[in-house]
């Protein structure tokens, strides 16, 4: 990716973050004296004026809510390219996910963020946007003038969804370890209660410095320091059932005000170990709703992101060597999404391991991989019509071009789709990576049918296993 000298008026400096549709830059208005950030849509989408208009949607949302809580759009234009482009408030401290690699935030400091976040998450909801995709990337920091204060803000609404389109058929999109499970399904149709888990988990990966996982351990149990009833009010905020969480953004911050009003604001003590893998993070199979019937389709599924940073995984911060071997062949550049894929749920069989021997199968880790006779390109194979139903707000998207299947869009998307047939397995005798290995082959219905792994697949399978076993961490 080259590096633009300018955005209108504004110089660049560097770039901050990219994702499937559009990067982030660093700049600087030269009349103001202020550094920037810009956003710019991607150079493959420039002649897509669906892409484009969804692209400016974000830019009205942000200044519709117009709000300090929120990253604040100045400007908009256009490239000579005619690729849109929008600038918008410098974050010069970084993002909550960084702050959190360094573990958990003091008590009295993630009670204050927490609710800070959900402050600005009830401005949207105020405004009938509901955000869907919270997660410490999407939390961004900036210093206040005069001190040691610093503004919180919350930023990409690339999936969000405004009161006119909250009805309509949604696919499966989101962060793995954040996102609530209506997200995870086929119409979920989330509501403004998946903001109100996406808050939960924020403020639990706050207290304790991990996302919470399936188990819903209270945070006190990694913590003990935390309150009983800090625990109540958060594992409320992270009910899998909707209709049990608090209804509203604003319930939950006004329990979390009235359970912490008192709370003694020492720091916490160091956080305990990680205990087990990770916490919890959905090629061939689709389902789509025909006559109210689900019907399975022998399709290919992806994940994209439409605002930088792409993850959200907490994979992406772990050493590496806790995931996969050190000195492999798995190109440095595709380890944190390989993580990620392999993190995206708690599943028997599936690794960051597994993904690559997978990658390394499909394609050889060749991202510019191009097959139009099977109508599948790029490191992890796929066809274009049917990413187009995987992608965050599915069908609200364009299908992407062969050029614009990128590792960032495409590897994502093998964590999602096997998490999301992988339930089909459960019960199959043999290897759980081989099967999943051959559910992305084929599809679950088939490997359910043949019992495991069938035989017309075993080549396929017969090579992953070969890179598994020297991928798996020694």
């Known amino acids: 990716m080259e590096t633009p000298s300018s955005a209108g008026r504004y110089t660049i400096d560097r770039l901050l973050g990219s994702g499937g549709f559009a990067s982030v830059w660093l700049g600087r208005d030269e009349e103001l004296d202020s550094p920037v950030a810009i956003k710019i849509l991607a150079e493959h989408w420039a002649q897509r004026t669906d892409v484009h208009e969804r692209f400016v949607q974000e830019a009205r949302l942000l200044r519709q809510v117009d709000s300090h809580r929120l990253v604040q759009v100045f400007d908009i ?17 970084g993002t909550l996910d960084e702050r959190l690699a360094e573990g958990p935030l003091p008590l009295n400091e993630a009670l204050r963020m927490a609710r800070e976040i959900i402050r600005g998450v009830q401005e949207l909801h105020e405004v009938d946007i509901v955000h869907r995709d919270l997660k410490p990337s999407n939390v961004l920091l900036r210093s206040v003038p005069g001190g040691d204060a610093e503004r919180v803000m919350i930023s990409d609404l690339g999936i969000a969804r405004t009161g006119d389109r909250l009805s309509s058929l949604t696919l499966p999109a989101g962060s793995p370890g954040y996102m609530a499970p209506e997200q995870t399904q086929i119409d979920g149709a989330p509501d403004q209660r998946a903001d109100v888990y996406g808050l939960g988990a924020l403020t639990y990966h706050m207290l304790t410095g991990e996302p919470p996982g399936q188990t819903r351990r209270p945070p006190s149990d990694l913590q003990p320091a935390i309150p ?13 059932d909707r209709e049990k969480r608090w209804p509203s953004a604003a319930e939950f911050g006004h329990a979390l005000s009235r359970t912490t009003s008192r709370i003694n604001t020492d720091p916490l003590p160091p956080a305990r170990p990680a205990r087990g893998g990770s916490p919890a993070r959905g090629r061939r199979r689709l389902a789509v709703i025909t006559g109210g019937t689900l019907v399975g389709l ?21 050493p590496d060597g806790k995931w996969l071997r050190a000195g492999s062949d798995v190109p440095p550049q595709y380890r944190a999404l ?16 597994l993904i ?4 390394k199968a499909e394609s050889n880790f060749d991202a510019k991989l191009s097959d139009p006779a099977g109508d599948e390109y790029g490191i992890a194979r796929w066809t274009p019509k049917v990413l187009v139903f995987w992608q965050p707000g599915g069908l609200n998207n364009p299908e992407p071009k062969p050029a614009a299947i990128t590792p960032e869009l495409s590897i994502p998307a093998m964590g999602r789709y096997l998490c999301y047939w992988g339930k089909d397995l459960r019960d199959l005798p043999g290897d759980p990576a081989l099967n999943l290995a ?37």
Not at 82 to 91: C, H, L, Q
Not at 356 to 359: E, I, K, T, V
């Open 77 to 93: 234009g256009e490239q000579e390219d005619g690729r849109p482009y929008f600038v918008m408030t410098y974050a010069d401290r």
């Open 228 to 240: 009983h009833a800090v625990d109540q009010v958060v594992l409320r905020a992270l009910e899998p």
């Open 298 to 318: 022998s399709l290919a599924g992806g994940g994209a992101f439409w605002a930088f940073g792409g993850s959200g995984g907490s994979g992406e911060s772990a």
């Open 338 to 353: 390989i993580v990620q894929a392999g993190t995206w749920c708690d599943m028997k069989g599936l690794s960051p391991a």
């Open 356 to 359: 690559a021997a997978m990658l």
């Open 438 to 474: 051959a559910t992305y082959r084929s599809s679950s219905k088939t490997v359910a049918q043949a019992g495991g792994v069938p035989a017309r697949f075993k080549p396929y399978t017969d090579k992953v296993h070969r890179y598994l076993e020297d991928y798996l961490p020694r």
